[in-house]
């Protein structure tokens, strides 16, 4: 099966700027989540989707990120206006949905971002 | 607090020693699952091995066991006859609630795992 797939593999933006990453979670994986991994450090989660629905998002800054997931599949994260604190790695991930406790989370390879 | 904590900034084992990486964890919670994961200089996260909070066994997965300790809530990463391309970092995470409830990780900082020849 194909895994996570995420867009761009590499971001250099400048501060103020916007910028956007994109994911394809595994086919019939309910659960999608991004993470955001700083360097050096566990990765930390943004939001959390059931489906189309984000069911944890407290941890995301809402002020300048937002995030949807149309049809409860593709999902993309934004940044608006990035600031130099948001450089770090962007990284999505899925899982199945109910029922199964022991899944793991199968994540994509990540966008490095760099806000300059 | 931190709900999962990893002492060990970096270890280092000669290649076909076997090398235990740390973790303890809380949790107030009966039901919860320990993974642990492996991300080389790469950057992927890979998967290595899972143990639930009920499971009377400690978990194996080829060269990879998990020393599991309740009352201690630690969660040991044992890998067996290191080799080379175990040089890594290495997360452990946590999913607390039964299932239908709370189903991301909670991730520790990492252990940098290094492999001598």
């Known amino acids: 099966e194909a895994g996570v797939v995420q867009s761009p593999r590499y971001k250099i933006i400048e501060k103020k700027q916007p910028v956007a990453f994109w994911c394809n979670p595994i086919?019939?994986?309910?659960?999608l989540y991004w993470y955001r991994q700083n360097l050096g450090q566990g990765p930390e989660l943004l939001i959390r989707?059931?489906?189309?629905?984000?069911?944890?998002d407290s941890q995301l800054p809402k002020d300048r990120f937002s995030a949807e997931r149309l049809k409860g599949v593709d999902s993309t994260l934004k940044i608006q206006p990035a600031e130099l604190g948001d450089s770090a790695v962007y990284l999505c991930?899925?899982?199945?949905?109910?029922?199964?406790?022991?899944?793991?989370?199968?994540f994509g390879n990540g966008t490095r971002l760099t806000v300059t | 607090a931190q709900k999962i904590t990893q002492t060990q900034p970096g270890m280092f084992v000669q290649e076909k020693e076997a090398v235990t990486l740390d973790c303890t964890y809380d949790?107030?919670?009966?039901?919860?699952?320990l993974f642990w994961y492996k991300q080389p200089s790469s950057g992927e996260m890979i998967f290595l091995i899972y143990?639930?909070?009920?499971?009377?066994q400690n978990a194996t997965e080829g060269r990879y066991s998990l020393n599991f300790q309740k009352a201690r809530k630690s969660a040991n990463l044992v890998i067996s006859a290191s080799q080379l391309g175990d040089s890594a970092m290495y997360f452990c995470?946590?999913?607390?609630?039964?299932?239908?409830?709370?189903?991301?990780?909670?991730f520790g900082s990492g252990t940098q795992l290094t492999v001598l020849p």
């Open positions: 995470a946590m999913r607390e609630g039964a299932s239908g409830s709370a189903r991301q990780l909670t």
């Open positions: 991930a899925s899982s199945v949905g109910e029922g199964v406790p022991n899944s793991p989370l199968h």
């Open positions: 989707y059931e489906n189309e629905e984000a069911v944890d």
């Open positions: 086919s019939g994986h309910n659960t």
């Open positions: 949790t107030s919670d009966p039901s919860y699952g």
């Open positions: 143990q639930g909070s009920y499971d009377q």
